[in-house]
Protein backbone atom coordinates (compact mmCIF):
# COMPACT_ATOMS: atom_id res chain seq x y z
CA UNK A 1 0.00 0.00 0.00
CA UNK A 2 1.22 3.40 -1.03
CA UNK A 3 1.98 6.22 1.51
CA UNK A 4 1.17 9.57 1.31
CA UNK A 5 4.54 11.19 -0.68
CA UNK A 6 5.29 14.96 0.21
CA UNK A 7 7.40 16.23 -1.87
CA UNK A 8 10.34 19.11 -1.70
CA UNK A 9 9.39 21.02 -4.22
CA UNK A 10 5.61 20.93 -2.64
CA UNK A 11 7.12 22.22 0.84
CA UNK A 12 9.21 25.16 -0.84
CA UNK A 13 6.17 26.26 -2.60
CA UNK A 14 3.40 25.87 0.63
CA UNK A 15 6.13 27.89 2.95
CA UNK A 16 7.19 30.29 -0.12
CA UNK A 17 3.25 30.84 -0.13
CA UNK A 18 2.76 31.14 3.43
CA UNK A 19 5.48 33.75 3.47
CA UNK A 20 4.23 35.82 1.02
CA UNK A 21 0.55 35.62 2.26
CA UNK A 22 1.55 37.00 5.89
CA UNK A 23 3.41 39.90 4.02
CA UNK A 24 0.18 40.82 2.25
CA UNK A 25 -1.80 40.73 4.98
CA UNK A 26 0.64 42.72 7.12
CA UNK A 27 0.80 45.48 4.51
CA UNK A 28 -2.72 44.56 3.02
CA UNK A 29 -3.33 48.07 1.18
CA UNK A 30 -6.44 48.92 -1.09
CA UNK A 31 -4.07 47.92 -4.36
CA UNK A 32 -2.12 44.64 -2.77
CA UNK A 33 -6.44 43.40 -2.27
CA UNK A 34 -7.34 44.19 -5.32
CA UNK A 35 -4.23 42.43 -6.80
CA UNK A 36 -4.58 39.43 -4.48
CA UNK A 37 -8.59 38.71 -4.84
CA UNK A 38 -7.50 39.03 -9.27
CA UNK A 39 -5.19 36.95 -9.02
CA UNK A 40 -6.98 34.31 -7.41
CA UNK A 41 -9.76 34.88 -10.25
CA UNK A 42 -7.70 34.19 -12.49
CA UNK A 43 -5.68 31.24 -11.27
CA UNK A 44 -8.81 29.57 -10.47
CA UNK A 45 -10.19 30.30 -14.08
CA UNK A 46 -7.13 29.00 -15.64
CA UNK A 47 -7.66 25.54 -13.79
CA UNK A 48 -10.50 24.70 -15.86
CA UNK A 49 -8.95 24.99 -19.06
CA UNK A 50 -6.14 22.87 -17.30
CA UNK A 51 -8.87 20.36 -16.17
CA UNK A 52 -10.08 19.99 -19.61
CA UNK A 53 -7.17 19.72 -21.62
CA UNK A 54 -5.39 17.44 -19.36
CA UNK A 55 -5.80 13.57 -18.82
CA UNK A 56 -5.66 11.22 -15.94
CA UNK A 57 -4.28 12.38 -12.13
CA UNK A 58 -3.77 16.09 -13.71
CA UNK A 59 -7.32 16.55 -15.02
CA UNK A 60 -8.15 15.50 -11.46
CA UNK A 61 -6.24 17.94 -10.08
CA UNK A 62 -6.77 20.86 -12.02
CA UNK A 63 -10.66 19.66 -11.74
CA UNK A 64 -9.82 19.83 -8.15
CA UNK A 65 -8.40 22.96 -7.66
CA UNK A 66 -10.97 24.75 -9.63
CA UNK A 67 -13.84 23.10 -7.71
CA UNK A 68 -12.96 23.73 -4.41
CA UNK A 69 -11.03 27.28 -4.77
CA UNK A 70 -14.84 28.35 -7.02
CA UNK A 71 -16.88 26.45 -4.06
CA UNK A 72 -15.02 28.48 -1.50
CA UNK A 73 -15.56 32.08 -3.59
CA UNK A 74 -18.72 31.29 -4.02
CA UNK A 75 -19.74 31.21 -0.29
CA UNK A 76 -17.23 33.84 0.75
CA UNK A 77 -18.41 36.25 -1.90
CA UNK A 78 -22.17 35.34 -2.67
CA UNK A 79 -24.96 37.15 -0.71
CA UNK A 80 -25.84 33.89 1.78
CA UNK A 81 -27.92 34.65 4.68
CA UNK A 82 -27.88 32.83 7.87
CA UNK A 83 -30.81 30.89 9.04
CA UNK A 84 -32.13 33.30 10.94
CA UNK A 85 -31.18 36.20 8.34
CA UNK A 86 -28.88 38.41 10.71
CA UNK A 87 -25.45 38.07 8.88
CA UNK A 88 -23.92 36.94 5.85
CA UNK A 89 -22.70 33.23 5.97
CA UNK A 90 -19.06 33.78 5.54
CA UNK A 91 -19.33 35.46 8.62
CA UNK A 92 -20.27 32.63 10.24
CA UNK A 93 -17.12 30.72 8.42
CA UNK A 94 -13.80 29.49 10.62
CA UNK A 95 -11.99 31.56 7.93
CA UNK A 96 -13.48 34.45 8.55
CA UNK A 97 -12.75 34.22 12.59
CA UNK A 98 -9.08 33.64 12.08
CA UNK A 99 -9.01 36.85 9.74
CA UNK A 100 -10.77 38.57 12.24
CA UNK A 101 -8.59 37.32 15.09
CA UNK A 102 -5.22 37.75 13.36
CA UNK A 103 -6.65 41.63 12.25
CA UNK A 104 -6.86 42.17 15.58
CA UNK A 105 -3.63 40.78 17.16
CA UNK A 106 -1.67 43.14 14.03
CA UNK A 107 0.54 45.91 15.69
CA UNK A 108 -1.27 49.42 16.58
CA UNK A 109 0.05 51.34 14.25
CA UNK A 110 0.33 55.40 15.80
CA UNK A 111 -1.74 58.21 14.76
CA UNK A 112 -1.06 62.19 15.18
CA UNK A 113 -3.69 62.01 18.24
CA UNK A 114 -1.90 58.87 20.25
CA UNK A 115 1.59 60.20 19.19
CA UNK A 116 0.66 63.31 21.68
CA UNK A 117 -0.31 61.12 24.33
CA UNK A 118 2.28 58.26 24.14
CA UNK A 119 5.34 60.08 22.93
CA UNK A 120 5.42 63.14 25.03
CA UNK A 121 6.84 61.58 27.87
CA UNK A 122 9.78 60.04 25.77
CA UNK A 123 13.01 61.14 26.41
CA UNK A 124 16.19 59.65 24.58
CA UNK A 125 19.82 60.79 25.25
CA UNK A 126 21.96 61.75 22.31
CA UNK A 127 25.93 62.99 21.67
CA UNK A 128 24.13 66.42 20.73
CA UNK A 129 21.59 66.64 23.41
CA UNK A 130 18.03 65.26 24.70
CA UNK A 131 15.77 64.31 22.40
CA UNK A 132 12.29 64.77 23.59
CA UNK A 133 8.29 65.12 22.19
CA UNK A 134 6.76 68.26 21.37
CA UNK A 135 3.08 67.49 23.14
CA UNK A 136 2.08 70.35 20.86
CA UNK A 137 2.35 68.63 17.77
CA UNK A 138 3.83 65.22 18.91
CA UNK A 139 7.15 65.73 17.00
CA UNK A 140 10.44 64.95 18.28
CA UNK A 141 12.50 67.30 18.44
CA UNK A 142 16.26 67.72 20.08
CA UNK A 143 16.91 70.47 22.55
CA UNK A 144 20.04 72.50 21.56
CA UNK A 145 20.84 73.04 25.17
CA UNK A 146 20.24 72.74 28.22
CA UNK A 147 17.46 73.69 29.23
CA UNK A 148 16.74 75.67 26.26
CA UNK A 149 13.49 76.11 24.77
CA UNK A 150 14.97 76.22 20.72
CA UNK A 151 12.72 72.91 18.79
CA UNK A 152 14.64 71.33 15.88
CA UNK A 153 11.73 69.32 14.30
CA UNK A 154 12.49 65.82 14.01
CA UNK A 155 9.87 63.50 11.73
CA UNK A 156 8.28 61.01 13.57
CA UNK A 157 7.65 57.96 11.34
CA UNK A 158 3.90 56.86 11.91
CA UNK A 159 3.17 53.16 10.38
CA UNK A 160 -0.15 53.71 8.02
CA UNK A 161 -3.16 51.76 9.75
CA UNK A 162 -4.03 48.35 7.14
CA UNK A 163 -7.67 48.56 6.74
CA UNK A 164 -9.81 45.78 7.62
CA UNK A 165 -11.82 45.30 4.88
CA UNK A 166 -8.78 45.16 2.15
CA UNK A 167 -7.51 42.52 5.16
CA UNK A 168 -10.55 40.90 5.05
CA UNK A 169 -10.70 40.43 1.12
CA UNK A 170 -6.93 39.65 0.93
CA UNK A 171 -7.41 36.83 3.71
CA UNK A 172 -10.13 34.89 1.63
CA UNK A 173 -8.56 35.45 -1.42
CA UNK A 174 -5.42 33.81 0.17
CA UNK A 175 -8.01 31.01 1.77
CA UNK A 176 -9.33 30.32 -1.66
CA UNK A 177 -5.99 29.39 -3.02
CA UNK A 178 -5.08 27.40 0.03
CA UNK A 179 -9.27 25.22 -0.41
CA UNK A 180 -8.36 25.40 -4.20
CA UNK A 181 -4.45 23.31 -3.88
CA UNK A 182 -6.50 21.51 -0.87
CA UNK A 183 -9.15 19.81 -3.21
CA UNK A 184 -6.35 19.06 -6.11
CA UNK A 185 -4.24 16.78 -3.47
CA UNK A 186 -7.85 15.05 -2.62
CA UNK A 187 -9.08 14.69 -5.96
CA UNK A 188 -5.60 13.74 -7.51
CA UNK A 189 -5.61 11.59 -4.26
CA UNK A 190 -8.83 9.72 -4.94
CA UNK A 191 -8.00 9.54 -8.93
CA UNK A 192 -4.64 7.15 -7.94
CA UNK A 193 -6.34 5.22 -5.32
CA UNK A 194 -9.31 4.37 -8.20
CA UNK A 195 -6.72 3.49 -10.91
CA UNK A 196 -4.81 1.38 -8.46
CA UNK A 197 -8.41 -0.13 -7.54
CA UNK A 198 -9.19 -0.36 -11.32
CA UNK A 199 -6.13 -2.44 -12.13
CA UNK A 200 -5.46 -4.52 -9.43
CA UNK A 201 -7.03 -8.21 -10.73
Known amino acids: MRGFHFSLRWLFGIVSFLAVGCGLLIYASPFLSKLTATSAAVVLLAAIPAAIYHAGERRAFWAGFAFFGFAYLWLVCGAWQSH ?3 GALRERLVTTDLLVRGYAALPSTQSSSSANSTLASIALLQSTGTVVIDPNTGQAATASGGG ?3 WTPT ?4 APPVDRADFLTTGHSLFAILFALLGAAITRR ?12
Open 190 to 201: CCSRARAVSSAP
Open 155 to 158: PVAV
Open 84 to 86: DGS
Open 148 to 150: SST
